[in-house]
């Protein structure tokens, strides 16, 4: 099957902002939104991240919910993910699900569809990524003690199910997020928020 690719582009000039579904903004450049909000680019904290994409991608696999998708399209796009791959029934742009959660963010983050998520395991990894599952198992290393070696690709699988055995055996980590409660397991976008920005930290620490 063909692969399908998405947009490539990603940034704006320093004095550009972009409103939520809008477009550029037309305040002359003064770096501030039509809500009166600082885009934080613009602010001190911003500069720590200046020039910063953290090399790390994303796989979702048989992930059912396109609001889960667009969820995912609006984090990747907030902490500079190299590309997302949406794999086996994963949905993909256009579609006005994805579209209604993404926020205009299916335009700025490089995405690729592959119905085979193996494919693409191997594909990262003859680049020299570590794959690393995010599932609930015995296996799985606590997100804050784990310490990877970026580049770094994070697998998510199906809301129900979780990532299909076959792709977990080609992972070379399992991590899983701290849950002290009565339930076992977050919302696969909610928990994409959590790894990928721990990764964000992760990497900022390097530098």
């Not at 939520?20 to 809500?35: L, N």
């Not at 796009?77 to 742009?93: E, F, K, M, S």
């Not at 804050?144 to 994070?154: A, E, G, K, L, T």
Request: glycine residues 10%.
């Amino acid at each position: 099957m063909r692969d399908r690719v998405g947009v490539k582009s990603c940034s704006l000039p320093p004095t550009t902002v972009t409103r939520e579904g809008t477009g550029p903004s037309d305040d002359g450049g003064a770096g501030i939104t039509d809500t009166g909000r600082l885009p934080y680019q613009a602010t001190a904290l911003g500069q720590t991240y200046e020039g910063m994409r953290p090399p790390v991608s994303v796989l979702l696999d048989n992930v059912r919910s396109m609001y889960n998708v667009g969820a995912f399209f609006r984090t990747a796009d907030a902490v500079g993910l190299q590309a997302l791959y949406l794999c086996g029934i994963t949905a993909y742009p256009p579609q006005p699900a994805i579209i209604k959660t993404a926020l205009g963010a299916e335009q700025t983050v490089p995405w690729r569809h592959q119905a085979d998520a193996r494919r693409v395991v191997e594909e990262l990894r003859a680049q020299g990524a570590e794959i690393a599952a995010i599932e609930t198992s015995l296996h799985s290393v606590d997100l804050y003690d784990w310490h990877p070696r970026f580049p770094v690709c994070v697998m998510f699988g199906h809301e129900v199910d979780g990532i299909r055995p076959e792709l977990l055996e080609m992972a070379d980590v399992q991590v899983r997020i701290p849950m002290l409660g009565h339930k076992h397991s977050l919302n696969v976008a909610t928990a994409g928020g959590v790894v990928l920005y721990e990764l964000l930290r992760k990497y900022r620490e390097l530098r």
